[in-house]
C-alpha cells in the first residue's frame, strides 16, 4: 500500500482510490466516490473531541463505494467513531476499535457482507459520560440495509434505532449474525412512532446480550408495524421481539 499521511478530503467526483493506507480523516464532500483495497486507521494521537474517521457529507445522493477495506483507529479515544453520514455503501469493509462503527444520518445506506466489530468502551471518568457504543447507530434516514454482515463486540447495541432526529424508514436487517449488547437489536419511537417499512429477518443472533436471550428490543406497537421473521438464535430457538428485558 501506499502510505497517505495526513487528512484526506475528495472533492472531485468520480474520485477512485485504490491501495492508500490513510493515516488520517477521509472527507467525502463529492459524489461517486469509489475508496478499495485501503486502510483508514485515522492519526496517531488520540481525539479529544468527537469525530469520524470517514465522513460522507455530500448529501444522500453521494453514493460513495467503501469496499475491501479496513477502517480503525490507530490511537484509540472515547471521541472516535467509524464513518458517519448518509449515501454510503460498504461492501467487505471491516470496521474496529472505535465507538460506533457506522452512524446514519441521513438517505441510502447500505452495509453488505461487512465484519462490524471490537468496539471501544469507556466507563464515566468524572469529567466525560459512559461511551454507549453500537455497531450501527440510526438518528434518521429512509432505504437502509444492513444485510450479509457480522455484527458483534458493542456494549449498548449491535443496531441503535434512535429516531433522535427523525423518522426511520425502510429499514432492512437481513442475512446477519448479531450478538451482544444490551439488546442485540433496539428500536426506539421517540416522537415518530414506528418506522415505516422495517424488516429483521433470517438472521442469526447468539445469546451474549446483558440481558438474557434480549435479541430484538421494541414496543407492541412497533413490533405490530414490522416484518420480524426467520430468525433464530445460535442454538436454532426462534428469536423474537420483546418489548421489555
Not at 438518528?139 to 433522535?164: E, Y
Not at 436487517?173 to 439488546?183: K, T
Not at 429477518?201 to 446480550?209: K, W
Request: charged fraction near 15%; aromatic fraction near 6%.
Amino acid at each position: 500500500m501506499t502510505v497517505h499521511d495526513g487528512d484526506l478530503t475528495i472533492t472531485t467526483p468520480g474520485t477512485v482510490i485504490d491501495g492508500l493506507d490513510i493515516r488520517g480523516f477521509v472527507r467525502v464532500k463529492a459524489a461517486n466516490v469509489v475508496i478499495r483495497n485501503s486502510i483508514i486507521r485515522g492519526p496517531a494521537t488520540p481525539l479529544t473531541a468527537p469525530m469520524s474517521l470517514v465522513q460522507s457529507d455530500a448529501g444522500p445522493g453521494t453514493n460513495l463505494l467503501i469496499e475491501d477495506s479496513e477502517i480503525y483507529a490507530q490511537a484509540p479515544s472515547r471521541f472516535v467513531d467509524g464513518i458517519v453520514g448518509m449515501g454510503f455503501t460498504l461492501r467487505r469493509v471491516d470496521i474496529h476499535t472505535v465507538i460506533d462503527q457506522v452512524k446514519i444520518i441521513g438517505d441510502n445506506v447500505t452495509v453488505d457482507g461487512s465484519y462490524l466489530h471490537g468496539n471501544l468502551f469507556y466507563p464515566a471518568d468524572g469529567t466525560n459520560i459512559e461511551s454507549h457504543d453500537d455497531n450501527v447507530q440510526v438518528a434518521i434516514g429512509s432505504n437502509i440495509q444492513v444485510v450479509n454482515s457480522t455484527l458483534s463486540g458493542s456494549t449498548n447495541a449491535a443496531v441503535m434505532i434512535t429516531q433522535d432526529r427523525g423518522s426511520v424508514v425502510g429499514f432492512t436487517f437481513r442475512g446477519n449474525s448479531a450478538d451482544n449488547g444490551a439488546c442485540t437489536i433496539n428500536v426506539a419511537e421517540k416522537i415518530y412512532g414506528p418506522p415505516p417499512g422495517l424488516s429483521i429477518t433470517n438472521s442469526v443472533f447468539g445469546t451474549g446480550q446483558v440481558h438474557a436471550r434480549c435479541a430484538i428490543l421494541m414496543s407492541d406497537t412497533t413490533k405490530a408495524a414490522a416484518t420480524i421473521t426467520g430468525n433464530t438464535f445460535t442454538d436454532g430457538s426462534v428469536a423474537t421481539a420483546s418489548r421489555s428485558y
